[in-house]
């Protein structure tokens, strides 16, 4: 299985500022996913992120808050722009490794 | 389209009992089913798959999972549970397509595991 960090593991960031997250796999991967776990929630996928193409958005889900960047096939990143209290979530991305998705530790973001 | 319904959202047994966490999906093609396990403050760690091969699946720490297309369910057991079980576990399908496409995924069972 590939082993996937995110950066940074938390943070608590102030209304209407932007906070990118980092995902680094320590293979080369092919198809790279952002997800989002309310508090409480289940996950849902904001975003599907191919090397070389632009990111596709779930219903949703805006590339002008959301905007990701996927410059290699071992790194991206997702931004949460002009945040505000109900983007406070844990963030994870996950990799299609064979049949499977895994999932990196998660960004637990607080938005006050 | 596909979906996911878990029954309970809380299931409490105590070490050693039986754990049992129910799970049915809907799909329109043959499904890959996934359950995964979180525990606190940690992100989701595969437990084991269904992808169409043996449909009784052996996954880590004692976990299995039966697939069964006529009740188009897929409950995850364990035969005696550990206070090291306690987390929640989430349930999710895919269509074919495995890995490649969106993971949709139940609203997760959190599991307390009394002494």
């Known amino acids: 299985s590939a082993v996937i960090s995110q950066k940074p593991s938390r943070d608590i960031c102030q209304r209407g500022t932007s906070l990118t997250i980092q995902c680094q796999v320590d293979?080369?991967?092919?198809?790279m996913f952002w997800y989002r776990q309310q508090p409480g929630q289940s996950l849902t996928l904001i975003a599907t992120a191919n090397q070389g193409s632009e990111a596709t958005y779930e219903s949703g889900f805006v590339i002008d808050k959301f905007p990701i960047s996927r410059p290699n096939l071992t790194f991206s990143t997702l931004t949460v722009s002009n945040m505000s209290p109900e983007d406070s979530s844990i963030y994870l991305c996950?990799?299609?490794?064979?049949?499977?998705?895994?999932f990196g530790p998660g960004t637990r973001l607080l938005v006050l | 389209a596909q979906s996911v319904t878990q029954l309970g959202s809380h299931v409490s047994v105590s070490e050693g009992a039986l754990v049992l966490l129910r799970c049915n999906y809907s799909?329109?093609?043959?499904?890959?089913l996934f359950w995964y396990v979180q525990y606190p403050n940690q992100g989701l760690q595969l437990l084991l798959k269904?992808?169409?091969?043996?449909?009784l699946v052996k996954g880590i720490n004692g976990f299995e999972a039966e697939f069964k297309k006529s009740e188009t369910s897929f409950h995850l057991t364990k035969p005696s549970a550990h206070m090291s079980d306690a987390a929640e576990y989430f349930c999710?399908?895919?269509?074919?397509?495995?890995?490649?496409?969106?993971?949709?995924f139940g609203k997760g069972t959190k599991l307390s595991v009394k002494p």
């Open positions: 999710a399908v895919s269509g074919s397509g495995g890995s490649q496409g969106n993971l949709i």
């Open positions: 996950s990799v299609a490794w064979g049949e499977t998705q895994y």
């Open positions: 293979s080369q991967v092919t198809m």
């Open positions: 799909s329109s093609v043959p499904p890959y």
């Open positions: 269904y992808t169409s091969a043996a449909t």
